[in-house]
DNA sequence: CTAGGACCTGACGTTGACGTCAAGGGCAAG
DNA sequence: CTTGCCCTTGACGTCAACGTCAGGTCCTAG
């Protein structure tokens, strides 16, 4: 498979496929003349590494687990690096619902009838806001 | 108060409040002298700042949507932006559960004794990863 | 054989939220 | 007065994940 149909497949440009190659994130064989040659699994493999660059994982980071994904198991300190991504993951999940509450809350001044500036914003609950449930 | 306090309490830099200046996202007063003299509310409508672009909103969307939170009230567009921005987050709230999910299974992965490299990754559970509790 | 599309390498441009340095001004203590 | 810390503006540096352009190669269809 060259590189025009992983890209289009993975839903992504062949810049990128080229830049991950220059990170060690993938390894294409290459043709004769030079062209890259990849395997039907390269497209879930990009798919992957697309996942993980939207979580926000730098691709240093990614070419350190990606090891892991291709053995299948791991050392000590890769597991310690997984434990730590996850929980970085988990982290900015927190960080996102707190903004999303926060949004809510805006929503939810906005759709009153403003009756007088009503508070219950600027007191201090911008990190324990209860998660109230708003619909649109 | 002056800049490096806000700072301090705030727990930014003092950059960090030059180029929220710079966006238009505080207005603080200026002695003669020139200096920055802000309110009391600046150390709060920081964090608040901070919160959104932890969140990943950039400057320009807050700045939109600060208005609201000064007036407490929004224009119908300034409403739709809101909501348009709590999807986002609730989207990327998802796409880092599927990420946290990848790397739980790839820990569970490392966890096991690897019999042969078993599956239950390469298949399509990428996404469909059913959230498994692992903890260190 | 030739047109045109896909591919190659190399290199510079982009964007956002700042960091960092340079060169000076303001201000309370000693 | 001067020491020293905080402040000012201005401007260039950074980092990551690519976008984009330039100039050349490959390959397939007609």
Do not use: K, N
């Not at 496929?17 to 030079?34: K, N």
């Not at 062209?35 to 980071?61: C, D, H, K, N, W």
Request: aromatic residues 6%.
């Amino acid at each position: 498979m060259r590189i025009g149909e992983v890209a289009d497949r993975a839903g992504v440009s062949t810049r990128a496929l080229r830049y991950y190659e220059e990170q060690g994130l993938i390894a294409p064989e290459r043709t004769g003349s030079g062209q890259r040659s990849y395997a039907e699994s390269a497209v879930e493999r990009v798919q992957m590494i697309q996942q993980f660059f939207t979580a926000g994982l730098p691709s240093r980071t990614i070419r350190q687990l990606l090891p892991c994904v291709d053995t299948g198991h791991g050392s000590p300190e890769a597991f310690a690096m997984l434990a730590a991504e996850r929980d970085r993951i988990t982290a900015a999940m927190a960080d996102l619902a707190a903004a999303r509450d926060a949004l809510d809350a805006l929503i939810d001044l906005a759709h009153h009838p403003t009756p007088e500036h009503c508070p219950a914003l600027r007191d201090p609950a911008w990190s324990s806001y209860d998660a109230g449930l708003v619909r649109a």
